[in-house]
């Protein structure tokens, strides 16, 4: 399952058609011209990582990062996370929490769930722009990924 690729692929999840809209932008006026892939709720997510319904490798590139939004329909982010660190086959993929939230019993459930970041969604393009910016640069430019 884990493919090692010459390319990279940022996997977003998130339900908001605009957010994903967005993200694209963002990550590609910050530079990023590899793969980005979506996914809108947390069942689709898991789907995507296990290659099961409409997924399998040619369509769903095994993700170098994945963006995970908390708040979505069918299974939330913090279900999915779970699942994810809890399957030896998914918990090193790095993962980014990007929401809304500010809360601090979201921060520190996350993190009690083995988050690797946990940012809160900026409301204003040019400040998502830098935040994506600032992760695609430690994240895809600097860090070495499994």
């Given at each position: 399952?884990h493919?090692?690729?010459?390319?990279?692929?940022?996997?977003i999840?998130?339900?908001?058609t605009?957010d994903?809209?967005?993200?694209d932008k963002?990550?590609?006026?910050?530079g990023?011209?590899?793969?980005?892939q979506?996914v809108?709720?947390?069942?689709?997510?898991m789907?995507?990582?296990?290659?099961?319904?409409?997924?399998n490798d040619?369509?769903?590139?095994?993700?170098?990062?994945?963006?995970?939004d908390?708040?979505?329909?069918?299974?939330?982010?913090?279900q999915?996370?779970?699942?994810?660190?809890?399957?030896?086959?998914l918990?090193r993929?790095?993962?980014?929490?990007?929401?809304?939230?500010?809360?601090?019993?979201?921060?520190?459930?996350?993190?009690?769930?083995?988050?690797n970041?946990?940012?809160?969604?900026?409301?204003?393009?040019?400040?998502?722009?830098?935040?994506?910016?600032?992760?695609?640069?430690?994240?895809?430019?600097?860090?070495?990924?499994?």
């Amino acid at each position: 399952m884990h493919r090692r690729l010459t390319s990279m692929t940022i996997l977003i999840a998130d339900d908001d058609t605009d957010d994903r809209l967005f993200m694209d932008k963002a990550l590609r006026q910050s530079g990023y011209t590899q793969n980005i892939q979506f996914v809108e709720d947390g069942e689709e997510l898991m789907e995507y990582l296990r290659q099961e319904g409409r997924y399998n490798d040619q369509n769903a590139p095994w993700p170098n990062l994945l963006i995970l939004d908390l708040n979505m329909p069918r299974k939330n982010g913090f279900q999915a996370l779970n699942e994810i660190k809890d399957d030896p086959k998914l918990r090193r993929l790095p993962v980014v929490v990007m929401t809304t939230s500010s809360a601090d019993e979201d921060v520190l459930k996350t993190y009690n769930l083995g988050v690797n970041s946990f940012v809160t969604k900026p409301f204003n393009f040019n400040r998502l722009v830098e935040m994506v910016s600032a992760l695609k640069t430690y994240w895809i430019d600097t860090v070495k990924l499994p």
